[in-house]
């Protein structure tokens, strides 16, 4: 059995749960500079970096991964939203790219693999917007201006993709997608390596929304997203980041109506406070998306910014016994896209 496969038939029993983020427990393991940095020989400071931390010190991230299956995450994603030669430039570190995606995936594929306990268990490979828009220019006198081209996008998510992979990763995950067009270039990456290998990598795709009317940076609405990337026929389909489960509540709903691949949600630990850090407790944030669940919504559940195990643990309890969201049939209507929705009657 295909880990697509695998995923498909667990899905189809059960509310699969996703982990929560890696930044938060690494700031609570208190690395100093020096240990980001590690025996990297990076000149610049590193604190900060937390996707290095893979490579200088891999034994907090699978305590961290182990944190998560513990709470009961069937989904573990990598810890390299920022790896990728672009945003680590920033530091000085574009030249690990490689290593640093190897060692994030393969730290998690040997946490799954030493469980041996039967549960399905999957490796996502995380790959994030990057600090660069293809979209919008940076630079408000000359709006056809752009930092990057399509086709450098497209190269720089091939080769984190590709060590992803080289790793363990069972699918990519493109999430936080705040720019469309920076999606599609993930899309094509992984098409193009699929051609490569000669296999099915298969695809998850995660939206963030800007604000509560419902648009991502880029402009497109919840519905225009599916419509522009449905072509790519991802494994799931979803949200994160962005608002609490509170505020997400109604693009999940509008989501999983029309979507006809899996949808995957992971919701903030509510909203930041005045200080930029988030309280939501976690039955909280349980009792919220187990709305979710009990309204036939959701086929996986997990957290972003703020969500702890604890999070995970009260989510996966929370949903435990519910029946998965039924996947919609494939409307044979023509939907087309831009900002909004256009759609075709048959």
């Known amino acids: 059995m295909t880990k697509r496969e695998e995923f498909e038939a667990a899905a189809k029993q059960f509310i699969l749960i996703k982990d929560g983020p890696y930044g938060t427990a690494i700031q609570r393991a208190k690395l100093a500079p020096e240990d980001y940095a590690g025996d990297t020989g990076l000149a610049d400071d590193q604190k900060g970096n937390n996707d290095l931390v893979n490579l200088t010190q891999p034994q907090v991230i699978r305590t961290i991964c182990d944190s998560y299956i513990d709470a009961g995450a069937h989904i573990l994603a990598t810890n390299t939203f920022n790896a990728n ?70 190269d720089v998510y091939r080769e984190q993709c590709a060590a992803l992979v080289e790793g363990g990763a069972d699918f ?100 930041p406070n005045d200080l930029g850090e988030y309280d939501e407790m976690p039955e909280t944030t349980a009792a919220l998306t187990r709305v979710w669940a009990e309204n036939g919504r959701i086929n996986a559940l997990g957290g972003c910014c703020g969500s702890t195990p604890a999070h995970i643990a009260a989510m996966a309890k929370a949903v435990e016994g519910l029946a998965p969201r039924k996947r919609p049939s494939r409307n044979p209507e023509m939907h087309l896209a831009g900002l909004e929705p256009f759609t075709i009657a048959a």
Not at 103 to 109: E, G, T
Not at 213 to 230: D, I, K
């Open 85 to 154: 030669r672009i945003s680590q430039a920033d530091y000085g570190a574009e030249g690990l790219v490689r290593d640093i995606n190897i060692s994030a995936a393969r730290i998690i594929r040997e946490a799954i693999d030493a469980r041996n306990d039967g549960v399905p268990r999957f490796v996502a490979g995380a790959v994030g917007p990057t600090n660069k828009t293809l979209s919008l220019s940076p630079d408000v006198e000359d709006p056809g201006f752009r930092e990057v081209t399509f086709d450098e996008i497209v």
């Open 172 to 271: 990519i995950l493109i999430e936080t997608v705040f720019d469309t067009l920076n999606c599609k270039a993930a899309i094509m990456a992984v098409k193009q390596l699929e051609r490569e290998l000669n296999r099915d990598i298969p695809l998850m795709i995660s939206l963030t929304l800007t604000d509560l009317s419902g648009r991502n940076l880029s402009g497109h609405t919840v519905e225009a997203f599916w419509y522009t990337v449905s072509h790519a026929k991802p494994l799931t389909i979803g949200l994160n980041c962005s608002f609490g489960a509170e505020q997400l509540r109604p693009h999940v709903q509008l989501l999983s109506d029309i979507a006809d691949s899996w949808l995957m949600a992971y919701p903030n630990a509510g909203l």
